[in-house]
């Protein structure tokens, strides 16, 4: 099992970012993917959470009407839209196969001015 995330960098607040999850080795599409982040000096924090179909999405409060989870079964990729960005989003976000319990290293997203 590999997740590979990308799409992370510097963007000053109340910009836009698109972080992909690229997902192999175990059938994508049986799945339900969630983002977590984790800021420096903070616990690891649920964001986004998408069923296997991408039918059914969960948000945390902080990040609702603002970030959108989506999932390509056919490309074995999920995304993470963040708009209206805030300094206090910046962290690690990571993907993670729910009930496998594997994870990705992650990608870095700071937003600054």
């Known amino acids: 099992v590999q997740l590979v995330e990308s799409g992370g960098g510097l963007v000053q607040p109340g910009g836009s970012l698109r972080l992909s999850c690229v997902a192999s080795?175990?059938?994508?599409?049986?799945?339900?993917m969630r983002w977590y982040r984790q800021a420096p000096g903070k616990e690891r924090e649920l964001v986004a959470r998408?069923?296997?179909?991408?039918?059914?999405?969960n948000y945390a409060d902080s990040v609702k009407g603002r970030f959108t989870v989506t999932r390509n079964n056919a490309k074995n990729t999920m995304y993470l839209q963040m708009n209206s960005l805030k300094p206090e989003d910046t962290a690690v976000y990571s993907c993670?196969?729910?009930?496998?319990?594997?994870w990705g290293k992650g990608t870095l997203v700071t937003i600054s001015s």
């Open positions: 993670y196969v729910e009930l496998m319990g594997y």
């Open positions: 998408i069923s296997n179909t991408g039918g059914t999405t």
């Open positions: 080795g175990f059938t994508f599409s049986a799945y339900t």
